[in-house]
C-alpha cells in the first residue's frame, strides 16, 4: 500500500530563518507530487506540483521554492521566511494517469513564524 | 477566481440528522471530488463524481452534480459526532490533468 510522510510535523521559526520541509512517497512510481499551503479555517492553496523529477511548476509567486531530487521525494525550501508564511503545508500525491481522480494527502506541517 | 465556493462555511447539527453542504464553482469541470479533513489533519478523499454523473452514493454520502448550475452537494445521512470535521469540494477543470481546485470548505458539527 501506498502511504506519504511529512516530517516536521510541527515546526517554529523566527522571521529570516531558511526553511525545508520534506515529503515522501512509498509504495508507488512516478506520482505527480503537490504542496498546499492552508491558511487557518480556509481553503487549501496550490503552491507547486511536479509530474517528474526536476519538473516544478510554481502557482503563486512567493519567497518559497520547491525541488525534487528523487522520484518520490518533494522538498519544500525557503531561504528567508516571512511572517506571513505561516500555516498549514500539506503535500499530496495522485497517480500519474491522464485525469487525475483522486490525491492522497499527508499529515501536513504546522509552521508558525515569529 | 476558479476557486470553488462551500456553503454554509459552518453548519452545526444533532447526531441523527442529515447534514447537506454545498460548493459551486464557475468553470467547465472533468470531475469534482469532496474531501474530509479533521481538525490539523491532511485530507481524506471521500468521493468522486464524474462531469457526465448526475448523483452518486457511497455508504452515508449522496453527492449531486449539476453541471448547467455549475454546482454540487454533499448529504450525509444519519450523522455521527464521527463526522465532526471540514469538508472541501475539489474540481479539476476540463483540459487540466493535473491540478485540483479546492474551495473554502464547509465546518460541520455534529452534537452527541
Known amino acids: 500500500s501506498q502511504t506519504i510522510h511529512q516530517w516536521p510535523a510541527t515546526l517554529v521559526q523566527p522571521v529570516g530563518s531558511p526553511l525545508s520541509l520534506e515529503c515522501t512517497v512509498e509504495?508507488?512510481?512516478?506520482?505527480?507530487l503537490y504542496w498546499y499551503r492552508q491558511a487557518a479555517g480556509r481553503g487549501l492553496q496550490l503552491l507547486f506540483y511536479s509530474v517528474g523529477i526536476g519538473q516544478i511548476s510554481s502557482e503563486v509567486p512567493q519567497n518559497l521554492s520547491a525541488s525534487r531530487p528523487q522520484d518520490r521525494q518533494f522538498i519544500l525550501s525557503s531561504k528567508k521566511l516571512l511572517l506571513s508564511d505561516s500555516g498549514f503545508y500539506l503535500c499530496a500525491w495522485s497517480k500519474r494517469d491522464r485525469v487525475i481522480d483522486t490525491q492522497y494527502f499527508g499529515p501536513g506541517t504546522r509552521l508558525t513564524v515569529l | 477566481s476558479q476557486q470553488g465556493e462551500e456553503d454554509p462555511q459552518a453548519l452545526s447539527i444533532q447526531e441523527g440528522e442529515n447534514a447537506t453542504m454545498n460548493c459551486s464553482y464557475k468553470t467547465s469541470i472533468n470531475n469534482l471530488q469532496w474531501y474530509r479533513q479533521n481538525s490539523g489533519r491532511g485530507l481524506v478523499h471521500l468521493i468522486l463524481?464524474?462531469?457526465?454523473?448526475r448523483e452518486k452514493h457511497s455508504g452515508r454520502l449522496r453527492v449531486t452534480l449539476d453541471t448547467s448550475k455549475k454546482s454540487s452537494s454533499l448529504l450525509i445521512t444519519a450523522s455521527r459526532a464521527a463526522d465532526t470535521a471540514s469538508y472541501f469540494c475539489?474540481?479539476?477543470?476540463?483540459?487540466?490533468?493535473?491540478?485540483?481546485?479546492f474551495g473554502s470548505g464547509t465546518q460541520l458539527t455534529v452534537l452527541p
Open positions: 463524481i464524474r462531469s457526465n454523473e
Open positions: 509504495g508507488t512510481s512516478n506520482p505527480n
Open positions: 475539489a474540481h479539476l477543470l476540463s483540459g487540466s490533468a493535473r491540478q485540483l481546485t
